[in-house]
């Protein structure tokens, strides 16, 4: 599946630093999102934008800060953050109204 | 609160043997219901998709049946190969406007087919 794709796929980064993550659709979708998954949990819905507009904020704290420029590209901005922030961050896409997400491979960040 | 369970959190089977996979969720209402796997270090593959109105869904050796009203999901894998090893994960759609794209995950079932 190269249709949604992510990067980078690594990332170590200290708690002070500031990082962003990529993702990429070529799939023409008008949806996209970003899902933590942490050992141990469920996948978690972190953030949902519908034609570049947020729809979906899960309560996310604020050292994260998603950006969506157009319909195929998503960003994720990361700053001061927390041993515990340290997680596969997956990136989807879909056509929306339930349509099946497309996933990314993820990016595995670890935070010293 | 809407929350996915899935039973058993791992299973190891010999290949060639026909296994399930469990998935229960505490919200009936539900828009439709997923199936994905996981390989290692990957991203998640949709298998199969049940709308809320649909009783089950096949593809190749994979059967999805929904039970809506009891709130349960069960995956049939038929023949299984050591191929088929991955983690499965049950996501369930909430209705209303929006609420398609809200998907709630369950922590999946690691499935490890043995050659």
């Known amino acids: 599946e190269t249709g949604v794709t992510q990067t980078p796929r690594h990332l170590v980064m200290g708690m002070t630093n500031k990082k962003s993550l990529k993702c990429e659709q070529h799939l023409g979708h008008n949806a996209m999102y970003w899902y933590k998954q942490s050992a141990k949990k469920p996948l978690e819905l972190m953030f949902v934008y519908n034609f570049k507009e947020q729809t979906e904020n899960n309560s996310v704290p604020s050292r994260f800060s998603p950006e969506c420029p157009n319909s195929s590209h998503l960003f994720l901005h990361l700053h001061t953050l927390q041993p515990e922030d340290s997680a596969l961050y997956l990136c989807?896409?879909?056509?929306?109204?339930?349509?099946?997400?497309?996933f990314g491979d993820g990016t595995r960040l670890s935070i010293l | 609160k809407q929350e996915v369970t899935q039973i058993p959190a791992a299973l190891s089977v010999p290949e060639g043997e026909n296994l399930v996979l469990n998935c229960s969720f505490t919200?009936?209402?539900?828009?439709?219901l997923q199936w994905f796997r996981q390989d290692p270090g990957k991203g998640l593959t949709s298998l199969l998709l049940?709308?809320?109105?649909?009783r089950e869904q096949t593809s190749g050796r994979l059967n999805a049946s929904l039970d809506k009203s009891s709130g349960r999901s069960t995956l049939y894998i038929a023949a299984s190969q050591p191929g088929d090893s991955a983690t499965y994960l049950c996501a369930v759609t909430p209705p209303g406007v929006g609420g398609s794209e809200k998907l709630v995950f369950g922590k999946g079932t690691k499935l490890t087919v043995n050659p």
């Open positions: 049940i709308q809320s109105s649909q």
């Open positions: 919200d009936s209402a539900i828009y439709n």
């Open positions: 989807a896409s879909s056509q929306g109204n339930g349509q099946p997400q497309h």
